[in-house]
């Protein structure tokens, strides 16, 4: 399906013979795998309302509007309706996300009376008007966006989730338009409500609440814009990019900045943190690492550590690095404030080749060092750089408060304390997986029936004692695996069992009624009336 193609769509409605969710019309000819792929995310939560939700599935670009009116059994009303899109190949592939929200009253209300697809020019036909009203309303709630804000800058390409009693619709359209200037990019899928955080597939999603305490952790980075802000130097941008957005002056500080989509990351937050004061920070980039995340904290918290372990980027120096204010003892406690600022986000693993760097130059060795920094810094610096890395050979090519054998020595240290980190991750591979990933990783190798079978059962006894949504998350990861071990007919009895582990089995069918025996019996049968039928005629 090409950006501008038809609109394919799927109802979901409570299904009495599935005893869940299921498909009840589409304009599809199969639905069996999209039903598959779709289900972690039909029931959002208890909460009765409407939310919203665009994901990225099987290559398509796919809109859900769930609607829940509640009552003693609110599942029974859950009404969900997809609309799957264009190809996610495509740039800017549609609906896009501004096209999500701006028509997010109407997805509700906008399948056809007949299984045909939907035009797609005349679906999206009233965003402008939508776009306006919504640019206004979002650009009046701002104040909200900069806890966002700052954490999608010390954390860029993190999922989020984000605890906030405001209207998300509004808080995603501004957090699209500042991520888009700021950036150059924005998250592309979301989810405007759900109970808990555990769900992968959406960049961000929006809970009224955190979860409970729970054996799993959430793979995302946690935001409370109710909580206070931690006051560092991102939280400082993130109020100024806030506040110019809602007084509609971000698009000309973007273009007074000289910022382009050309324009480097490090370099962004270098030219942005210049207007917001005159102290001259540093700012480190904590880039989001490969790999699994650690467990998420304690829930007493009220502004949890987001799990994922991060490392300093090394920064380029800056102009103000090079000139003799910022080798003066007056700014050296300002080079140092971004570690003390934000402990939080720095493992303390991390933070020790910082606690053991050299020692700053002395204002009356300046002159030498700078001379000797010039004349070897850069070759000491790109040596040290084969040998530990880039970072080490930026700080080896510092000329101002490091000799070139200080350098060298930066470079030794971090190399030892690189290494074993670069080995951590394939060492602890296998140790972090928990129950429920070994039991997916014994089914995958199981070799008969009777394995699967068992294997089964006991995931089944673990479902019993999770929450009702950790085992919902879990299913992406088990359906493909049970597409490969069991027929299709026997797929969704497997899912409502782990959805459902308290329910009463069915009552085991008699041994005799197996096929093979009732194939013997009517043999048996057979042979008896060709006996008596030779008998007659011999006689």
């Not at 009517?522 to 007659?536: E, G, H, K, N, P």
Request: with cysteine.
């Amino acid at each position: 399906m090409g950006r501008y193609a038809s609109v394919d769509w799927i109802q979901f409605e409570w299904d009495e013979q599935r005893t869940g969710l299921g498909p009840v019309r589409t304009s599809l000819e199969q639905t069996a795998s999209w039903y598959h792929q779709l289900g972690p995310w039909l029931d959002p939560g208890p909460e009765p309302g409407v939310s919203l939700c665009r994901l990225l599935v099987d290559g398509r670009v796919v809109v859900l509007s769930r609607t829940r009116t509640g009552g003693a059994d609110s599942r029974r009303t859950i009404r969900v309706q997809a609309y799957l899109g264009g190809s996610a190949s495509q740039p800017m592939a549609m609906p896009n996300v501004r096209q999500t929200l701006a028509l997010a009253p109407g997805w509700g209300s906008r399948l056809p009376d007949d299984d045909e697809p939907l035009d797609l020019g005349k679906l999206i036909s009233s965003y402008e008007s939508a776009r306006t009203a919504l640019d206004r309303e979002s650009r009046g709630a701002a104040v909200t966006l900069a806890p966002i804000v700052s954490e999608c800058l010390r954390r860029p390409g993190s999922p989020l989730s984000v605890a906030s009693g405001g209207n998300a619709i509004v808080q995603l359209w501004g957090l699209v338009d500042i991520l888009d200037l700021v950036l150059g990019h924005h998250p592309e899928t979301f989810s405007t409500y759900e109970s808990d955080d555990f769900n992968p597939g959406a960049e961000i999603v929006f809970l009224r609440k955190w979860p409970g305490v729970s054996s799993q952790s959430s793979n995302r980075t946690r935001v409370d814009p109710r909580s206070p802000g931690q006051g560092d130097r991102y939280s400082e941008i993130a109020s100024m990019l806030v506040d110019a957005y809602a007084r509609d002056q971000l698009v000309g500080l973007v273009k007074r900045l000289r910022i382009s989509d050309r324009t480097p990351f490090e370099e962004r937050l270098r030219r942005f943190g210049s207007v917001t004061g005159d102290r001259e920070d540093e700012l480190v980039w904590s880039p989001q690492p490969p790999g699994r995340a650690q467990p998420a904290p304690s829930p007493q918290a009220s502004f949890p550590q987001a799990p994922f372990p991060q490392a300093p980027f090394p920064q380029a120096p800056t102009p103000q690095a090079a000139t003799p204010q910022a080798a003066s003892p007056q700014a050296a406690p300002a080079q140092a404030a971004p570690a003390q600022a934000a402990p939080s986000h720095i493992a303390p693993a991390q933070a020790a080749p910082v606690q053991h760097a050299p020692p700053q130059a002395a204002p009356s060795q300046v002159a030498a060092q700078q001379a000797a920094g010039e004349a070897g810094g850069q070759t000491a610096g790109q040596a040290a750089g084969q040998a530990a890395g880039q970072a080490a050979g930026q700080a080896a090519g510092q000329g101002a408060g490091q000799g070139a054998g200080q350098g060298a020595q930066v470079a030794e240290q971090t190399a030892q304390v690189q290494r074993p980190r670069a080995a951590g991750p394939a060492a602890q591979q296998y140790t972090e997986q928990d129950a429920f990933e070994m039991l997916c990783t014994d089914l995958t190798q199981a070799t008969s029936p009777k394995d699967v079978t068992a294997i089964l059962q006991e995931m089944r006894a673990l479902a019993a004692r999770r929450q009702p949504a950790e085992v919902r998350a879990r299913l992406p990861r088990l359906i493909p695996v049970l597409e490969q071990q069991l027929p299709e007919a026997q797929i969704n009895p497997v899912l409502r069992a782990l959805l459902d582990p308290d329910a009463p089995a069915r009552a085991p069918r008699p041994n005799w009624l197996d096929p093979q025996w009732l194939v013997i019996v009517a043999l048996l049968t057979v042979l008896v009336i060709l006996a008596i039928v030779a008998v007659f005629l011999l006689a």
